[in-house]
């Protein structure tokens, strides 16, 4: 398994990017919002990666974040949902606007992406929602950090759940929720624990 790429960017196009390590040119099918976050051809980038091999084909998915990444793996479990829909979504939607609309079960909003019906919407929601927990999910047992108690408990909540839904215990996300804005909204509280995330790494 090719876990990750670290090499000279040097094709990008709307959901395709090449990047070269020690001769070899890898080319990646991935996300415009990953196309938009990498440099420009020459630079050196680093991408995470998935492959997917089938009988007559090999393909390799690149992503800028983990995240992103996380997304995407957690997509193309959902029954009916291949690479190809898997980079649509998360072309059109962030990570943390992916976990928020899956955490408020809001499969409506994925029906605003081109070839992405009612039906496969609605099942996105549906089994991801499914992948955490009852207890968790429901917010009733989520526990809420002291130090945060001024934050809207539920923003805490559907932030908790949100990140969940990225593949994070509650035991990673509670001591982040602590450095939070007070006044943040939901996906700012987020944006900020993705943010710190990527920044002990």
Do not use: W
């Not at 680093?46 to 492959?51: A, C, D, E, G, V």
């Not at 983990?66 to 479990?77: D, G, K, M, T």
């Not at 992405?116 to 499914?130: N, S």
């Amino acid at each position: 398994m090719i876990y990750s790429l670290k090499g000279i960017l040097t094709l990008k196009d709307m959901n395709f990017i090449v990047v070269e390590c020690n001769g070899v040119g890898y080319g990646c099918r991935t996300s415009y919002n990953t196309v938009t976050q990498l440099g420009a051809i020459g630079s050196e980038v680093k991408i995470y990666t998935h492959m997917t091999v089938r009988d007559d084909n090999i393909e390799l998915f690149g992503f800028a974040t983990q995240q992103e990444l996380n997304c995407f793996r957690l997509l193309i479990s959902v029954s009916g949902v291949g690479g190809k829909a898997g980079t649509a979504i998360l072309s059109d939607i962030t990570p943390e606007n992916f976990a928020f609309i899956v955490a408020s079960g809001d499969s409506k909003a994925f029906t605003r992406i081109k070839g992405i019906g009612t039906k496969t919407a609605q099942r996105i929601v549906l089994e991801l929602k499914d992948k955490i927990s009852a207890e968790s999910f429901s917010g009733k047992n989520i526990s809420v950090p002291v130090s945060v108690a001024d934050v809207s408990v539920s923003a805490v909540s559907e932030a908790m759940e949100a990140l969940m839904v990225l593949g994070y215990s509650q035991g990673e996300i509670a001591p982040l929720l602590r450095k939070c804005d007070t006044n943040a909204s939901t996906q700012e509280i987020i944006r900020e624990v993705l943010r710190l995330m990527n920044s002990k790494k």
